[in-house]
């Protein structure tokens, strides 16, 4: 397992960068010729600079940035037109933020992703590390950026954010709804955000008219949350390791002590019980997931504890308990194989355990009692196989993981995993 997983994390970069993910769409050149083919739709956390577009399955691939083409769309998912001109170049995302204004732009030639299309007005999107844009563009107009600036008044005060977006905003509502005052109160306390801007734009537009069918299915974004459930059954090891001395010489160095380690092993079988959500980086493409996993489980251990007197004899007791623990999973999925209907991913994080301890048996209470801690935590290591987005198929692995305290003896646990797991949308 362990040689698995480091041949695992070798051939990740290679798998990541790899794989592509092509989806019917199309480009429309300069020259205003359209090519039909298929683009590889990737996960995309920033604009892309570049696509890759092949005509067939099998073709050769053309990469395209936004000089050679005027736009390309995948079809039901997203639009992309291409922009030349002049753009601000001001980080505006919080705490990277400039201790002044910085009002500079550059001639740029960039993407922007449509957001919300409609017979008057269409808003883009355009972002970068540490920088994001909008843009508004009217009917047969070419798209202007709303301006926005975020900046510290001194290095590390206050913020201060100059919304001068709001203003180009009104002079739009004036021009298409008369001064709609319910509309002027929103843009008034409009965030430079896509939700409060999508919807501001979305009300500057006639409801139903100018949209295309594409268009308007584009504009219905897909949830980025979804929720689970399932049911496994757990596979604990619960192992106790403890130095037992061997034989005591003394010597003119003094005593010498001979130590031996012993091992004794116990296992649970039990069902396992998890509830949790995934936050997807795009919901469409699905290929990076943000997932958090609340779990519920318990194991038994039953071992022999040898005990040390005074005299240096040992007597040994039986020492059982119940561990029930809640767990809670932190973890960065990634689909190594990613259709809609077969994904096939991988995943790592950490779990943080709380645990109570019942059952205990009375010749152990008779003892020193045996403190086992209530939280600790582990790696996990888990794969598993989605089919038609709805269910899952996993199994996760952890290396062994103490929850005592001691020098001379430890109580650990080892897990193997197999479930099953119905994904809500």
Not at 308 to 330: D, V
Request: glycine residues 6%; charged residues 15%; proline residues 3%.
């Amino acid at each position: 397992m362990k040689f698995l997983f480091i041949a695992l994390l070798t051939a990740l970069p290679a798998i990541v960068f790899g794989q592509t993910n092509f989806h019917e769409g199309y480009v429309l050149k300069n020259n205003g010729d359209t090519l039909k083919g298929y683009i590889n739709y990737r996960e995309w956390a920033y604009s892309p600079t570049s696509i890759e577009f092949k005509r067939g399955n099998a073709g050769d691939v053309t990469k395209f940035g936004p000089g050679d083409i005027k736009s390309f769309q995948i079809n039901g998912f997203e639009n992309y037109v291409s922009y030349l001109g002049l753009a601000s170049v001001n980080k505006n995302i919080f705490p990277d933020l400039p201790s002044n204004l910085d009002t500079a732009r550059k001639q740029m030639v960039i993407f922007l992703k449509e957001v919300v299309s409609g017979n008057n007005v269409t808003l883009y999107y355009n972002n970068e590390q540490n920088k994001k844009r909008f843009f508004i563009a009217e009917t047969n107009q070419p798209p202007a950026e709303l301006k926005y600036y975020e900046y510290y008044a001194i290095a590390g005060s206050e913020e201060i954010f100059d919304n001068l977006f709001r203003g180009q905003l009104i002079l739009l509502t004036n021009k298409f709804k008369n001064g709609n005052q319910k509309l002027l109160n929103s843009i008034a306390k409009a965030r430079y955000e896509e939700t409060d801007l999508r919807s501001i734009t979305t009300l500057l537009n006639d409801e139903n008219v100018g949209k295309s069918a594409i268009s308007a299915n584009m504009n219905i974004r897909p949830r980025s949350v979804r929720v689970f459930a399932g049911l496994g059954a757990n596979d604990i090891t619960t192992t106790y390791k403890y130095n037992q001395s061997v034989v005591s010489t003394i010597n003119d160095n003094g005593t010498s002590t001979v130590y031996n380690e012993a091992v004794y092993h116990s296992t649970t079988i039990a069902p396992k019980i998890n509830f949790g959500l995934d936050i997807f980086i795009n919901p469409n493409v699905q290929q990076f997931i943000f997932r958090s996993e609340l779990s519920f489980s318990y194991s038994n251990g039953y071992f022999n504890r040898p005990v040390e007197s005074i005299t240096g004899n040992y007597t040994t007791y039986n020492l059982k308990f119940t561990q029930y623990t809640t767990s809670l999973t932190p973890q960065l999925l990634f689909n190594l194989y990613n259709t809609d209907k077969l994904k096939f991913y991988i995943d790592g994080g950490i779990t943080l355990n709380l645990s109570s301890y019942g059952n205990r048996n009375s010749a152990e209470n008779n003892q020193s009692p045996l403190e086992l801690q209530s939280f600790w935590a582990y790696f996990p290591f888990q794969a598993g196989v989605v089919f038609n987005k709805r269910t899952e198929i996993y199994f996760t692995y952890t290396t062994g993981a103490s929850f005592s305290n001691y020098t001379d003896f430890s109580v650990s646990n080892q897990f193997m995993c197999l479930g099953l797991k119905v994904l809500f949308h």
